[in-house]
């Protein structure tokens, strides 16, 4: 068992709070993604996990042991480096081998399990080789079996695919995926990338300014975004989020964007709110539709399954999807028809 | 356009070489020089115009180098003072110049200008109150304590080069060390110092030869335990030519070699070590 549990985690550098009291459970075996721009916080709380970086408040639990005080040896952790960290005057056998030499694992097992990692990541002809002689994406391969190969409870990777070329991401990706739901392990793993964070994960953790904004599976943090922030960092393109002015209507409510009502959920009675919503939902009409946002075509960028509209609606520029054989013409006006299921409120971010 | 490039390229590198070439010939010919003197007859030293061969070839005049009063027991001082002042400065100048690299602790910059500075005092200050001490605690005139003078004077520049040396070693390494199990020493014994070690024999090379070289405190600091430069210096003077040219060649010689063996292992691990 290898759950990890992070109570109340804070990390300060100097002036910079790098951690604020970060509070989360990842259950074992579990693939967590700590996901969010650069300088959100995400690699110094997995250092912090790793134990490489000490933590200035709070307790970090693997497997219900507090390993806070712990050093990295003792935590029962392997690691995948962003920069792959191989080391360059050993064989990729013995790089492989480390871990397992440390461990002081008998020969015999060593060369068995050497031989599985680098078989099940395909660098099985180049155990000889110096980490000169090899690519940049067999490198990343070699770091990746030497962190399996000690067989350890919980993975940390910290952005393991962003040095690799579009293409070999794609295929690693893919490759990672399969690998680690065969290893059984805790991983958590770091990106900026939201499409390899949705790829990925069991559950995604989407990171700002040191705190967890929203922690949920990758389908609730697309589709339900808890902050603006998180609808507009995840999803390509972002998720679109229209201002509405709140009034009380006869029956509850009303929230109206660009001269439509809409019904305002739950208790809200006045001030503003935002109606987010994401392009694929978004109903495209040549003619006027009874409770359509009327606006106008900007833009129009086939993509091959579908085309990509900008639409102007008032100040707001509206991304919208349709089907690929929709003949849209910019200046063309346009009404956007939402459905009442697809449509998420949103408090504004001050 | 691209030939008149191509042509300004090519005087580039002519350029470069010629430079390169009056260099090597600034250095070399002394040397050349010395050591055809140090291998001709003693009668041949005083021919002029200089043969450009050693003709007859004859190891006389070395042996009488060799031979003449004090100077095998000089040698001996001399490797004595260098390899101790080589083992000091390591392991005083090593980890001082990894704490720079990897820690960033209170005073790091004033300290990197300290250790600078200390260059700035001449030898001459630092040799005659030194002496003066060294006497009183009865450490004069002893291969020992001209060792820890010249510690004294290589520590600078080891504590520097070594710091840039481990500071080019990537933190990430000794990191995944760490998690691979490895306690902090173990962890810069096996990944930290095997990929400093090139920068680490560059710098032992500075250390023995500045040691082996340095005269004046040399003299300053010994009396009857000379090593070889002060020897030579004293005796100088009343000294013959063929005496001059081999021991000029024999003093030479541990620089060259040890240069050849160093450069060899420095081109082999540089080329393995990958950004």
Request: net charge positive; charged share 15%; proline share 7%.
């Amino acid at each position: 068992m290898a759950q990890i549990t992070l109570e109340n985690v804070r990390k300060v550098f100097g002036k910079v709070v790098a951690n604020r009291d970060i509070t989360l459970t990842i259950h074992d075996r579990e693939f967590m993604v700590l996901l969010g721009p650069s300088g959100c916080g995400k690699t110094t709380l997995l250092r912090g996990i790793a134990g490489l970086e000490r933590i200035d408040g709070g307790r970090i639990l693997i497997g219900g042991q507090d390993v806070s005080d712990l050093p990295p040896r003792k935590r029962h952790i392997a690691m995948v480096f962003q920069s792959y960290a191989v080391f360059p005057h050993l064989t990729v056998y013995d790089n492989v081998a480390f871990g397992l030499r440390m461990q002081r694992v008998p020969a015999a097992e060593e060369r068995a399990r050497v031989q599985a990692a680098a078989e099940l990541l395909h660098i099985a002809d180049l155990l000889q080789r110096y980490p000169a002689q090899i690519s940049g994406g067999q490198r990343q391969r070699v770091a990746v079996a030497r962190a399996i190969a000690v067989q350890a409870q919980v993975l940390l990777m910290d952005e393991p695919l962003s040095n690799l070329d579009a293409l070999l991401r794609l295929e690693m990706r893919a490759e990672l995926k399969r690998l680690l739901k065969e290893l059984k392990a805790t991983v958590v793993y770091v990106t900026h990338d939201q499409v390899e964070a949705l790829s990925l994960g069991d559950r995604i953790a989407v990171m700002r300014d040191g705190a967890i904004v929203q922690c949920d599976s990758p389908l609730t943090v697309y589709d339900q975004p808890a902050t603006p922030f998180v609808g507009r960092f995840i999803g390509n393109p972002p998720m679109n989020l229209l201002l509405a002015d709140v009034r009380p209507a006869p029956g509850g409510a009303e929230a109206v964007v660009g001269g439509v009502a809409f019904p305002a959920p739950g208790t809200a009675q006045g001030g503003k709110l935002l109606l987010g919503i994401r392009a694929e939902n978004i109903q495209v009409h040549a003619t006027p539709v009874a409770g359509a946002l009327p606006g106008k075509v900007l833009v129009v960028e086939p993509l091959g399954s579908h085309n990509l509209l900008t639409v102007q609606v008032d100040e707001a520029r509206v991304k919208a999807h349709t089907h690929a054989d929709a003949a849209f013409e910019p200046g063309q006006p346009v009404w956007l028809a939402f459905p009442a299921d697809k449509i998420r409120w949103l408090e504004p971010e001050e | 356009m691209k030939s008149k490039a191509a042509v300004v390229a090519r005087l580039g590198r002519a350029a470069t070489y010629a430079l390169a070439a009056l260099f090597a010939l600034w250095v070399i010919t002394p040397i050349y020089l010395i050591g055809v003197a140090a291998f001709s007859e003693r009668a041949a030293v005083y021919q002029f115009p200089k043969p450009l061969i050693p003709a007859p070839f004859s190891v006389e005049t070395m042996l009488f180098f060799l031979r003449s009063h004090g100077v095998l027991q000089a040698t001996q001082a001399s490797v004595t003072v260098a390899l101790l002042t080589l083992a000091l400065t390591m392991i005083i100048g090593a980890p001082a110049g990894y704490a720079l690299a990897r820690y960033a602790f209170r005073g790091r910059d004033s300290f990197r200008i300290l250790i600078v500075s200390t260059r700035g005092f001449p030898i001459v200050i630092l040799s005659i109150p030194l002496a003066v001490s060294f006497m009183r605690w009865g450490l004069y005139d002893s291969p020992y304590s001209l060792a820890l003078m010249h510690t004294a004077l290589a520590l600078p520049f080891t504590i520097l080069v070594t710091s840039s040396v481990f500071a080019s070693v990537p933190r990430d390494l000794e990191e995944a060390a760490m998690t691979l199990g490895c306690n902090p020493v173990q962890a810069f014994l096996r990944v930290a110092l095997p990929l400093a070690l090139p920068g680490l024999a560059a710098a032992t090379l500075f250390t023995f030869v500045l040691s082996w070289n340095e005269v004046f405190a040399a003299v300053i600091l010994t009396v009857r335990n000379r090593t070889l430069p002060a020897l030579v210096l004293t005796v100088l003077n009343e000294s013959p030519l063929p005496y001059r040219f081999a021991g000029g060649f024999f003093m030479l010689l541990p620089s060259l070699v040890f240069m050849l063996f160093i450069r060899r292992y420095l081109l082999n691990l540089w080329g393995r070590v990958v950004k």
